[in-house]
């Protein structure tokens, strides 16, 4: 596509509820990241993706996070048991090579309720 | 490992004045940089970066930013603010693994 698209771009989960965001990355875009934005604050990163290597997982926050991204192309990531301070936009951005920097999808706002 | 300070939670400035967002960053090796901003609701879009070459970079929307080694800065700025620059612009250096952002400063230009 043109362009990352990310999807839902808003969810409101209760408390203890999984929920699974989506990023379709650019086509032919090897690399791809998840961030998190809090409120009012800068981007956090959480998991990186390149080509069939194994995924970079050092800065997701706890064990109830994960994400995978499949044939090298469209990710989820998956938080289970929500808690009210996963509430945040999640971006994902994807790129063809480091020195290119990301193009950022718009981002899923997750606030749990 | 890298990091990157924005000093500066909020820049106010006139309509048609010079603006300037300040970044400086820690990286060992030779730095790759970057300056994203951001609007209201919208992910983060591309303004320019630094790989090699001449320290002064041009951008989108008229902005630059100019990269100086020896203070490990890479500061944005714009001849002529416009009202419609206001936004939250985030300074990265590209680390290992994935870029690292600044903490974000607020750009607002009043009319």
């Known amino acids: 596509g043109a362009g990352v698209s990310q999807s839902p771009s808003n969810k409101v989960t209760e408390k203890g509820k999984d929920v699974e965001l989506r990023c379709d990355p650019i086509?032919?875009?090897?690399?791809l990241y998840w961030y998190r934005q809090s409120l009012g604050q800068g981007l956090e990163f959480l998991i990186y993706f390149q080509g069939n290597s194994a995924p970079d997982k050092s800065g997701l926050p706890s064990d109830r996070f994960s994400a995978e991204r499949t044939g090298g192309s469209v990710s989820t990531l998956t938080i289970q048991r929500t808690q009210q301070e996963d509430s945040a936009v999640y971006l994902c951005?994807?790129?063809?090579?480091?020195?290119?920097?990301?193009?950022f999808g718009s981002g899923t706002r997750l606030t749990v309720v | 490992a890298q990091s990157v300070a924005q000093p500066e939670d909020q820049v106010n400035v006139a309509e048609g004045n010079p603006l300037t967002v300040k970044c400086t960053y820690s990286?060992?090796?030779?730095?790759?940089l970057f300056w994203y901003v951001q609007y209201p609701n919208r992910g983060l879009q591309f303004l320019l970066k630094?790989?090699?070459?001449?320290?002064l970079v041009k951008g989108s929307y008229g902005f630059e930013a100019e990269f100086n080694k020896s203070q490990t800065s890479f500061h944005l700025k714009k001849p002529s603010a416009l009202v419609s620059d206001s936004a939250l612009y985030f300074c990265a250096v590209m680390g290992r693994r994935a870029l690292t952002f600044g903490s974000g400063t607020r750009l607002q230009v009043q009319p």
């Open positions: 951005a994807s790129s063809p090579q480091r020195i290119y920097g990301y193009t």
């Open positions: 086509s032919g875009h090897t690399a």
């Open positions: 630094y790989i090699t070459g001449d320290n």
């Open positions: 990286v060992s090796g030779n730095p790759y």
